[in-house]
């Protein structure tokens, strides 16, 4: 069975910066789709940032130019960087693997496997 482990979230001011990671056992992440989603309180989840199999990343727009998503297939291990952080960006953070991923990076049904997730708190 796939797990995921997320660690790095924290809480940090608005304007600071934080790096999430997932590490995954038991299989290899160049095999799996691999994204972040978060959710806020009294929110859906949502998509955040994925990377395919050919390293092709894709963001949501709130935070284009701000999240880099990457991964470590050596270590199996994705992460997430996350730069200028804002109060909106307060959620909790989930990794998710899709395996046979169909092309919609922001569907929470094209991923098989999730992590328990990470809290990351923004301070105004």
């Known amino acids: 069975q796939v797990q995921l482990q997320e660690s790095g979230g924290g809480t940090v001011q608005a304007g600071g910066s934080l790096a999430l990671t997932c590490e995954a056992s038991?299989?290899?992440?160049?095999?799996?789709?691999m994204a972040w989603f978060r959710q806020a309180p009294g929110k859906e989840r949502e998509a955040v940032a994925a990377?395919?199999?050919?390293?092709?990343?894709n963001y949501a727009d709130s935070v284009k130019g701000r999240f880099t998503i990457s991964e470590d297939h050596a270590k199996n291990t994705l992460y997430l960087q996350m730069e200028s952080l804002k109060p909106e960006d307060t959620a909790m953070y989930y990794c998710a693997a899709a395996q046979g991923y169909g092309g919609e990076w922001s569907k929470e049904y094209e991923y098989n496997y999730w992590g328990q997730g990470t809290q990351v708190t923004v301070s105004s």
């Open positions: 990377i395919d199999y050919e390293g092709t990343t």
């Open positions: 038991k299989y290899s992440t160049s095999a799996y789709c």
